[in-house]
């Protein structure tokens, strides 16, 4: 009796399935990440927005409003502030978990910030 190679996922040509001795196994193919408000595809886990997408100048909005904090308090290296709706919806547009918690803004540097989302369980 002769008996069919097993084929796993990613070896050969891309397909949207495998082979097994006994039965088709249906590859998981996550759908394209893309912009709820323009449309724009991810690459990876990034979305390049076009400027005039809405959510984009959200975030940006945001993002200025830290500076602009920091700014006003140059002894500081850490602010704590609620999440935003923009930030939220770029988040789950990126395809990330949706944040419950506060966004711990980070001061690495004069210009350079990481904002850092907590979640149910705490920061991640």
Not at 29 to 48: E, F
Not at 60 to 77: C, I, Y
């Amino acid at each position: 009796m002769t008996r069919k190679k097993s084929r796993r996922p990613g070896e050969g040509a891309a397909t949207s399935s495998w082979t097994t001795a006994t039965r088709t196994v249906p590859r998981f193919v996550p759908p394209a990440l893309q912009c709820p408000d323009c449309g724009a595809v991810a690459v990876g886990s990034r979305i390049a927005h076009p400027e005039t997408c809405p959510l984009n100048r959200g975030v940006n909005k945001v993002l200025d409003e830290d500076r602009e904090w920091f700014e006003a308090h140059p002894g500081a290296s850490v602010r704590v502030r609620p999440v935003t709706p923009a930030e939220v919806a770029d988040l789950l547009a990126a395809g990330a978990d949706r944040p419950t918690g506060d966004v711990i803004v980070l001061n690495l540097a004069p210009g350079l910030r990481m904002r850092r989302f907590t979640f149910a369980g705490g920061a991640r």
